[in-house]
């Protein structure tokens, strides 16, 4: 599975939870993966979170 997908699954999940709520366990059931698989891609629930704004910034001209 690559980012994209991790990522639009967090997405999903932010917008049922806010992201308070938001854990990498439940984006992980959400994908159908094992958190610790996500923890091993971004790091933390931060590093996971960053990785969401970085996609979702506009490229610099």
């Known amino acids: 599975m ?3 997908a991790i990522l ?3 997405v999903r ?3 049922r ?3 308070v709520r ?7 059931e959400e994908v159908g993966l094992v958190p ?3 923890m091993q891609r971004f790091g933390s629930k931060r590093g ?3 990785a969401l704004s970085e996609r979702s910034l506009p490229a610099s001209p």
């Open 48 to 50: 996971l979170l960053l």
């Open 8 to 10: 639009a699954a967090a």
């Open 13 to 15: 999940v932010m917008g």
């Open 36 to 38: 610790g698989t996500l």
């Open 17 to 19: 939870t806010g992201p």
């Open 2 to 4: 690559d980012d994209s």
């Open 22 to 28: 938001l854990t990498p366990a439940l984006i992980a």
